[in-house]
């Protein structure tokens, strides 16, 4: 963390991706300085970054709800702003009369120079400009090949990264007392004011009974995934109808918990019980995987929405619309492809396994782009994020770095009946489906008229039938890919 020069000077906080007290170095700094004001800009504008989905703007609204009333209890007001932060930052930091501003970096294409030129003006204006790590455990520049270069494969990326991330992990500090400074009435808007909820209709149900956001329901999720133990996290992770894995996601998409945090309360789950190394070093894998996403999208700023392999930007996509809303609505035939949809659907959250299947369904067996399949888990999940998004997309469509290669198809039977193999996670979100046995839960097109009938299956009434048959699909997607023109490499550089 950079430590403030001492002294009693009020201090801006812009808050982003980082909705929270704890931990938070931007906030730390800040108060150091002297009295704290905060400020969360709603960024809009044309080179701003990608307008928020649906579900996020849900949980945006429900996570400054919380923040606004944790700062309030340290006499701290959150101002809300809407519009372009190059001018809001600098009118702000004039206005209120700060003498320094502070921020968490973030990494994306779009707000690289947005920050660069805030820090350019509040330094001409005289004040002092801080930006610290926070988002990450490594930042993008900090895990280097023996050549000096980035990564582009994730192993070795995960091998140099450790030590790294352990060294960040242990140089957290304690939070200085926070004091707030006197915000003047009338600065900010309201939440209100940015309408983020839905309203016609209101679709946020199964978001409200999914999840708790907010830092209080961030450290919630991150305690009890511990206290179930991170033993057998490495083999249940894959498994949808097991709640094995931690559902922090969404929380530290939008920073409510850090993810300093996260690692180091693994580390000292590993440390207290060596059982637990194995399943626990998976654990730490997965949060770098978050890290080589963000590194990916700093150092080929293009990559969320192009493909990093050079030769799959010539990929002969379809375009069929019908296929896409059946897919969207999980009304595909196939029982795990429509579980995991309707998952989505309802809570904004899809399994990871199931995310790789039914994206792999879409860009193979429906041979569609994956941008359409990453601009509805945009708008749909509450975890949505830019890195992480494009990142397992391009992973599972084999144009990403160190992605699965294109050939290798998901059938989707196969891995509803490896993965889900009671059918309890295609019961639970098809249930139209429940009452047929086991055998052929994953494929009812298979099953004897008798047996559907006795389990009140009507194909192609109740349940529809598989919208693509696989074997055809399969063949489709190989031809495709056949027609490609690999580059030499196959990689950007
Ligand atoms: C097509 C596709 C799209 C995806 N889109 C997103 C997205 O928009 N936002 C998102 O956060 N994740 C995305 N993921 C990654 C992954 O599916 C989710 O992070 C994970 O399912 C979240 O559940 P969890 O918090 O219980 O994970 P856990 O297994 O508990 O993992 C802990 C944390 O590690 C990180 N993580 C885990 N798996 C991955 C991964 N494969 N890549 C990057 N980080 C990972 C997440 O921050 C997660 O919260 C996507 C994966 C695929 C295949």
Redesign the pocket.
Known sequence: MQVSPPGHSPALVWFREDLRIDDHPALAAAAVAGPVYAVFILEEGPDLGRPLGGASRWWLHHSLTSLSQSLAQHGINLILKRGDPRTIIPDLARELDVAQVHWNRRYYAWSVPVDRDIKDKLRTAGLGVYSHKAQVLTEPWEVKTGSGGAFKVFTPFFRAATPLCDAFADAAGPMPTLNGGRVPAQIGETLADWALLPSKPDWSGGLQASWQPGEAGARARLDGFLAKGLKGYGHD?NLPAKPA?????AH??FGEISIRRVWQAARAAMAANSALEEDGRV?LS??C??EF?FQLIYHYPDFPEHSWKEAFRSFPWTSDPSAVRAWQRGQTGYPIVDAGMRQLWKTGWM??RV??IV?SFLVKHLLQDWRVGEAW?WDT?V???VA??A???Q??AGCGADAAPYFRIFNPMAQGEKFDADGAYVRTWVPELARLPDRYIHRPFECPTHVLAQAGVRLGQTYPLPIVNHEKGRKRALDAFASLKETASGDPA
């Open positions: 992770r894995t931690s559902g922090l996601s530290l998409h654990f997965e949060l995987w978050r996403s399994h990871n995310r790789m994206a888990f999940l975890d949505a994020d992480n998004n990142a397992g997309w992973w599972v």
